[in-house]
């Protein structure tokens, strides 16, 4: 019987020595048979949550043991306290205690559905009454407490998934092989194996490999990547993607190395992203040698050629006098051989050495002497020249391709030699061979004089695929091009050609440039600003647009500007002169404490060094009366297009006047007479080997350097000004950089190589004996008992719409991967908690894996959506997404899906035959399929498979998983996998949850980003995390010589920093003879104007801060109508060409001040402001 000591220590356990919560999932493995569980089983599911350009992503990474449990002979643990079930029962202890207690969750549902005692029978009741459950000691977990995780954390670490997140801090470097085992790959050695990234397709699909992405995940943000070769986002994101800071999720595990197209890396021997595996291949290359050939000829080639990877000290000893390593080559070795023994490239081609080349070389510069390869995958080489044939394979001389290998320095063979190699021979890649169902495809090219096609989205892409170079030729581009055959080539608008996409935005300009140096095939945002007239940048002292000939002169944003204010709210205290004089920079510099007259600047005088005040009539009249000549910029300024980051002026220095800001107070006289150096303090008493510029010396500058360097470094003219209410601040950002405590780095390193992406698992077999043995939890990409095989998957990531019926509809959404066969199997899913309110600009990443290894390559697969109101629990419709090319290892999935309506009707049909369920169709299908959605407790193609449900009673069914799990749609106080846990959260009276009427609904643990537990569906009129906001009110009356209509809209515009402003409106209907209006609005907006008729706009309010919670009560008189610039400007300006009219913008709120509030024209609509003592346009 329990002491009472014993009791009060259980109780109190929790309490008195917090431990870190872990929960094990899927461990009622005994119940398994042995292929399920050499599966997953003991699962830990923790969730990642990433924002990254501006993009909030949502994944459960589920680490898992992929190996059989009877591996291990677990004896009895006698050092943790266990209790069975009918003692925690008298101990009134509840599930949910042993939830926070870190039991399996297993365990727990066995404990709830063992307090339900009304479910079972006497007979099962006392058995489950003898179940134990573990109290685990700190840091031990399981249904016996036999796992630990083999990690060193940090102590500020408070939960499993900071805990994870600092293990992975570390890059991963692994120096051993992760393998995809499910495909034969005979790379020529027994240990190379293969990378799932490896196992392409022939381009169907529409990203650089072919993949299909939704159009609105093209170019995100550079860092959120969706084609699986990177290609949606740019060079700019994939220029180093490595594992750092990171769990494996989707943006490191699921995306491939593309085709190197400027040769700046040397990964030829795998498309891996994971840098150290081409090493690793290489290595293993040259371990392997012919069995014919002997150790002593095998190194003495490697040693005297340097060929990689080749022992220095060791060659020293064997090669120590000249020509011995050529006479050992010339008595050990065979005529030829090929080094390495495996193929180079492509699966086929190889290096040939022959004894008689070696033993004439003249020293260790000894290229390959023969190329060899598969003559059915090469052609269209010199044919008048003398081959070799040697194993099957055709041999030639470098130079007869032709190509000529580049000189050899010391440890450079992979560089001179394959890397040249790779590119021009990328035509005997493996390619289509004269397949008529796919060559004579429209989206398909056949190569002239050839049995070859190719997709054509390979044309143009800088690799030669024909074997006659004809897919690169310009003229065979720009024909489909023409044609418009394919989606995927660019047409340059200064000249009649055409580019791939892929060339848009690389660095490199490809159309041409035009006469005024800009490129088409180049930075969108600076072709979209030359080309788009800016109100925010017109008359600002640079050229951005093109010139446009009106009349026979050129005219710009920089011509016409005498009534242009150029001291504005967007060009004041920017950093730029953009006044002529400097006038909007006067009185900006805060840096130092040195003050200057009105209509004066700053100035370091060149005499003295020292600062000093400059009149604004000295400012740019052509003479030089300060140091670095800061008062007449011009000097270094380029006005056009390109602006110039070298602004710093050398007095006298013909050869290199201007300079950059690093080249002040550098230790180096960069100016001819030493200007940069003479401003330099001389009283620090440290040597600055780099400029004092740097903002690490920022304390230690004088005066006179604090004003030069902010003067030359922090303001560069910002390309895209968007609209604001009040002066652009420009604030100046630290970057913070987190490290990982220098203790953990080494165990973090360790650990990482030996588990791969997976976390070390200690085994407590023996807690006595200290036995224990180490294996790995697994995520869902790779198994193993060191995670080193790749995992067939499915890699999904969905971004969701709804329309405006369902955007504060919770919405329970099961994601199931399935099958075609008559069971039509779940093999996985994953089950989301979605409210557009909440969720609409999140993307969710989600694994799907097949039940069986290997999959069914027989079958085909499918991902089935089914959509449920999570609070009436009732079903809403499904979506289908089709997978393609079952061969492929790892299918990327992007897709952004529309809920169906509440009122939708779901659309039923009559071709299939459901016994126990609904013919029905998916929503958004344009080809009608139609499916069986099932009753409860049915399965199958047809709902002809009964089977058991294990979910609550007040939960709903939703399928039967392949390890004969229940799918259960939980209702919004429960969760857990069978629905079993209750949500208090929502239920204490103590919490003050939502207000105002809202709906508390508690987050799933896996779906919580923070320490926040729940969130509010706010009842209309309210809005705020508790729906303690309520909207704002707008009372609207209208002066009663104003016209209505009985339609209004409200127009509010919401002002975003460094953004264009967003712009939302609202219908509303008044009654005839009504002069008044109410509207709620729930958002955020800075500026409201009323819109009567076509092109009638009434201004509401202007204002720089959101008020929230306001009621605002106005009344509409005809003085606040926005007027058509005819009724403001005359019939001669209105006329005018938008680039010249628009100069006159600031004349009619200066003319009609305060009485014009605003106006527009076609593209513009301005409001008069208030702005240094005038009245001006914006």
Known sequence: MMSFISLVCFILLPSINPQLQINLHLTDWTNYDEINVDLQHDCLHVPTHLIEDNIQYHQVISYCMGERPSKWNIEENSFDQNYSFSQLKMLN??????????????????????LNQSLFSNQSLALMATQLFYNCTQSRFGSVC????????????????????????????????????????????????????????????????????????????PNSFDCIDTTDEGDQGREDIRYRSQEPIFRFEDITREKDLRGETEMYFTTSRVLSRNDLILEDMFLNKPNSTSDECWLAYRC?????????????????????????????????????????????IHFAYTKEDAVQAPG??????????????????YTNRTLLTFKNLTCRRPGDFPFKFPPLGRNDWLKAYVKPLYKELYKCNTIIHNISAVCDNSMMYRCINSSKCISKDRIDDDFIDCDYGDDEDPSVVYDICLKNESKTFFKCTTTTRCIHYQKVDDGKCHCGRNEYGLCDDEDRTFRYITSHLSFQTICDGFTELIPVNINGQNETDETECELWQCNNMYTRCDGIWNCFN????????????????????????????????????????????????????????????????????????????????????????????????????????????????????????????????????????????????????????????HSIPPAMKSIIHHHQYRCH????????????????????????????????????????????????????????????????????????????????????????????????????DTQNYSIHIDIYDKILLTYRGSLLIPIKFPFLPVHRIAVHLNIPRINADIQSCTNQTCIHGQCTIYSEDSKGTPFCHCNERWSGKHCTIPYTCKCSSDSLCAGILANNRSICICPINKFGPRCLFNHTVCQSNQNNTCNNGGVCIPIDE???????????????????????????KMILSFHKHIQLSQTLIIHFIKIISNSSPKNSSTLIRIPIHRKTAIINWTNEFHIAFVQLFDKDFYLITVQKRNNLSSIFEKTINPSDRCKHISEVLNETIVRLQPIRRIKYYHVPCHQSSPSLPCFFDDNHFCLCTDFNHQRIAN
Request: charged share 20%; net charge negative.
């Open 146 to 221: 036999q796992y630990s995780l083999d990690i060193s954390t940090s102590s500020v670490a408070s939960s499993l998934k900071e805990i994870i997140h600092d293990f992975y801090l570390q890059e991963y470097e692994p120096t051993t092989w992760t393998c995809y085992t499910h495909l034969e790959c005979n790379r020529g050695t027994s240990t190379a194996c293969l990378d799932w990234t490896e196992i392409c397709n022939e381009n169907e699909y529409r990203c650089n490999n072919g993949q299909c992405i939704s159009k609105i995940f093209y170019h995100e943000g």
């Open 93 to 114: 202890i509840t599930s949910q205690q042993l939830y926070l207690w870190s039991a399996p969750v297993d365990i727990v549902e066995e404990y709830e559905s063992y």
């Open 757 to 856: 992406r997976g976390l070390p698992l200690r085994i407590w077999q023996n807690r006595e004996k200290n036995l224990t043995d180490i294996t790995c939890l697994c995520p869902p990409s790779f198994y193993g008992n060191i995670c080193q095989y790749q995992n067939q998957r499915v890699s999904l990531t969905m971004r969701f719409q709804a329309y405006s019926d369902s955007r504060r509809t919770l919405l329970a959404l099961v994601i199931t991967l399935i099958d075609n066969s008559d069971e039509r199997i779940i093999h996985s899913h994953e089950q989301l908690t979605y409210l557009y309110v909440e969720d609409c600009q999140k993307k969710f990443n989600v694994y799907l894996l097949y039940s069986t290894r290997p999959k069914n």
């Open 304 to 348: 005297q050629f340097s060929i990689p990877r080749y022992d220095g000290p060791l060659c020293g000893n064997m090669c120590s006098k000249n020509g011995i390593c050529q006479e050992i080559i010339n008595k050990t070795c065979p005529d030829i051989l090929f080094i390495p023994n495996a193929p180079l490239l492509f699966g086929h």
């Open 582 to 737: 400097g006038a909007d920079e006067v009185h900006c510099n805060t840096s130092v404490s040195f003050s200057c007259p009105s209509n004066h600047h700053i100035c370091v005088s060149p005499s003295t060094n020292q600062l000093t005040c400059l009149s604004l009539a000295k400012a740019n009249n052509g003479i030089i009366d300060c140091l670095g000549a800061t008062d007449e910029p011009k000097l270094c300024r380029s006005t056009d297009y390109v602006h110039s980051k070298e602004t710093f002026y050398c007095f006298n220095d013909s050869s290199s006047p201007c300079r950059v800001s690093s080249d002040l107070c550098d230790g180096n006289k960069n100016c001819i007479n030493g200007d940069d150096e003479r401003l330099c303090s001389s009283t620090r008493n440290f040597s600055a080997y780099t400029s004092i510029c740097q903002p690490k010396y920022y304390a230690f500058r004088s005066d006179v350097e604090k004003f030069l360097c902010e003067r030359f470094t922090i303001w560069n003219k910002t390309l895209a000004v968007h609209f604001s209410l009040d002066t652009i601040k420009f604030d100046k950002v630290k970057n913070i950089i």
């Open 1006 to 1032: 896996y779906m919580q980003v923070d320490d926040k537990k729940f969130f509010c569906i706010c009842a209309k009129g309210f809005t705020g995390g508790r729906c303690e906001i309520p909207d704002n």
């Open 364 to 381: 260790i510069i000894f290229p390959p002497p023969y190329v060899c390869y598969n003559d059915q995958l090469c052609d269209g080489f």
